[in-house]
């Protein structure tokens, strides 16, 4: 899972080695001692093997110079106020735990090794600056090496990777692709283990909607709710809004670390993002066999954890018959051809006891309405209006409260459809009339007969009309 290094960052690292530090000034000035000179000299700008061995021969003393210790304070810290000093050694710390992995080793044995470090996130809040941006660097390389140093989650380890997270963040909200391609890469950097994806989940605003806001992009439909919820007919291969396959493909290698947390997230992924549909979008309009592999495996991890919740939307979508003509492709990974055979296995298997209530559900619960079978059929609604209103307590009928709570600006045959239902749950169970209207479903009815759209004013028309009915009625 290795990445080349964005070049945004291996452009600036090349140019701050190559700067000349007054070293000797330094030390007279009082920002950095003789000792920190000392080790400096010793192993900058010296072939690998040579800096290898001189730090394999004083681990704790170099462990020191950049985290500070019993001989005093860390080379960061002394020289704190000189800018041109930091930098560099924020580059060459990062040279030295990539050199030699037991120099990091012994950083993480150290009581406080990211102490010099992290108050430099808060350097400044000039994207441009280079100094929160090369901290971030080292500490994601270091924190990185720390979470699979230990089998327990460490304590110094839960303390960095908030902070780092939320400067991360700002990276991916970048305009600028090199800062967001930083982003996402430390991103997966740091996604090595449970305990650094739950806290990473844990700040899913900051840290997970930047993400799929560029998914919902690079889908064509950042600004279209419809797109994602319709079956993407009429959409031309490729993809929108001028995501590049790169960023494309690390964001999504992102998602598919978080999805070992399955079990964890996948309900609330798919209620706050609708990522089933937004995935099944990207799976039509995936480029490259790599994407498609990111994409297929992290469906399989959330519907496998999620069965119960997520297939039903995976059907609804139809995500089955997809999976058909990928498996009918020239795939050659693989992974992916195993993933995509117990996808379709886990699908098949769902699909054969699948009632028409359960595709109702589904459909409801997807978030997105449309004309099938179910709405229409007098029968439908005479055997399950009462379940669609009692079972859950109701959840089928709260969500299509929620459903018409939105404008459907660009899809209004949405709003039509659940007015029908609406209808036809007043209609089949009249004594449950005051639990909907309870759920404010009446007002939202009556609201819509005023609607610019003919067919939602004609089908608020006739719900409302099964209400005045039961009414005189009674």
Not at 343 to 360: G, I, N, R
Request: net charge negative.
């Amino acid at each position: 899972m290795s990445l080349d290094p964005p070049t945004y960052l291996s452009s600036l690292q090349n140019n701050i080695r190559a700067r000349p530090i007054p070293w000797e000034g330094a030390v007279r000035a009082g920002n950095i001692t003789d000792d920190h000179l000392k080790k400096i000299k010793a192993v900058d700008k010296v072939r690998k093997e040579q800096r290898r061995q001189t730090i394999e021969g004083d681990l704790s003393g170099y462990a020191e110079l950049l985290a500070g210790g019993t001989q005093g304070k860390s080379v960061l810290d002394s020289a704190s106020r000189r800018t041109d000093i930091v930098q560099y050694i924020l580059v060459l710390a990062s040279d030295l735990i990539q050199d030699v992995p037991s120099l990091a080793d012994s950083l993480v044995s150290h009581p406080e090794p990211y102490k010099p470090f992290l108050p430099f996130l808060q350097h400044s809040t000039n994207a441009e600056d280079p100094i929160p941006l090369l901290t971030s660097t080292f500490l994601t390389a270091l924190v990185s090496h720390s979470l699979v140093a230990s089998s327990k989650p460490a304590p110094r380890d839960n303390q960095a990777l908030p902070q780092l997270y939320t400067y991360l963040s700002t990276l991916t909200k970048s305009q600028d692709s090199g800062l967001q391609d930083i982003g996402v890469q430390g991103f997966s950097e740091l996604l090595r283990t449970s305990r650094a994806r739950e806290l990473f989940w844990a700040q899913r605003q900051e840290t997970l909607d930047p993400l799929i806001e560029t998914l919902r992009t690079a889908a064509g439909a950042k600004d279209n709710a419809s797109t994602l919820g319709s079956s993407a007919r009429g959409v031309e291969p490729g993809l929108a809004g001028g995501v590049g396959l790169q960023l494309l493909y690390r964001v999504l290698l992102v998602l598919w670390q978080l999805a070992f947390e399955g079990s964890l997230i996948g309900d609330e992924l798919q209620e706050n993002y609708e990522i089933i549909q937004l995935y099944t979008h990207l799976l039509r309009l995936s480029p490259k066999e790599k994407t498609t592999r990111l994409l297929i495996a992290t469906l399989y991890n959330l519907c496998s954890s999620n069965r119960t919740t997520l297939l039903p939307i995976a059907v609804f979508v139809r995500l089955p018959a997809l999976l058909v003509n990928l498996t009918g492709r020239h795939l050659t990974d693989p992974d992916l051809l195993e993933d995509l055979n117990a996808l379709s296995s886990m699908l098949e298997e769902y699909t054969k006891t699948q009632t028409t209530f359960d595709e109702y559900a589904a459909e409801v619960q997807s978030g997105h309405l449309r004309w099938s079978p179910p709405h229409k059929n007098p029968t439908f609604w005479k055997e399950n209006a009462r379940r669609i209103v009692e079972d859950s307590n109701g959840a089928l009928a709260k969500k299509l409260v929620e459903i018409l709570s939105k404008s459907w600006d660009n899809d209004k045959q949405v709003l039509a459809i659940a007015c029908n239902d609406v209808g036809n749950l007043v209609k089949e169970v009249p004594e449950r009339r005051g639990q909907l209207e309870r759920l404010g479903l009446k007002t939202r009815v009556m609201e819509l007969m005023a609607d610019k759209d003919e067919s939602v004013r004609w089908e608020s028309l006739h719900a409302v009309g099964e209400w005045l009915r039961y009414t005189f009625e009674g």
